[in-house]
């Protein structure tokens, strides 16, 4: 939204905007209520997801959080709570561009520094499964996209 936003400025400069510029800010109308509850949701049960998601990758795989001889589940933590949290931003913003340039391509720098794509793939997708416990199919169809854009992004 922002992003659309920035761009109908451009390119609207000294002039008023066309009835098909302005298109997004409708599509974006019909879709806020859902965007909205789903971004409540989220924010109430990231504790959950959080823990949901931790849970299953040991299972997956028990050593994923080892590297080095340390433990890293912490410093998974924070990263995974991190981009949840601009994840549903992303979502009640309806601005996946945005999220992929200012966060998601720093995060890919750093992940890959650090070895750490599979663990971040194995995140993302195990992610998109739990949350489909705490949203409905319509806040899903809006909010699965950005989850799968993390684990694209982060997990290569």
Known sequence: MLTDVESLIQATDGRYASDQELMFFQAYLTTVGTRLRAYQKIQA???????????????QKPDIFQIGG???????????VRVLRYS???????????????????????????GAQESC????????????????TEELKLFLPILELSRVTLGQ
């Not at 993302?124 to 949350?131: D, G, K, S, W």
């Open 121 to 136: 793939g194995l995140t993302y997708e195990a992610m998109q499964t739990v949350i489909t416990q705490f949203l409905n």
């Open 45 to 59: 049960a990231e504790p959950q997801i959080i823990a949901q998601v931790m849970a299953r990758l040991k299972a």
């Open 70 to 80: 340390q433990d890293l589940a912490a410093k998974w933590q924070r990263d995974t």
């Open 88 to 114: 549903a931003i992303a979502l009640l913003l309806d601005d996946p561009e945005r999220f992929q340039e200012n966060l998601l391509s720093w995060f890919q720098t750093i992940m890959r520094a650090f």
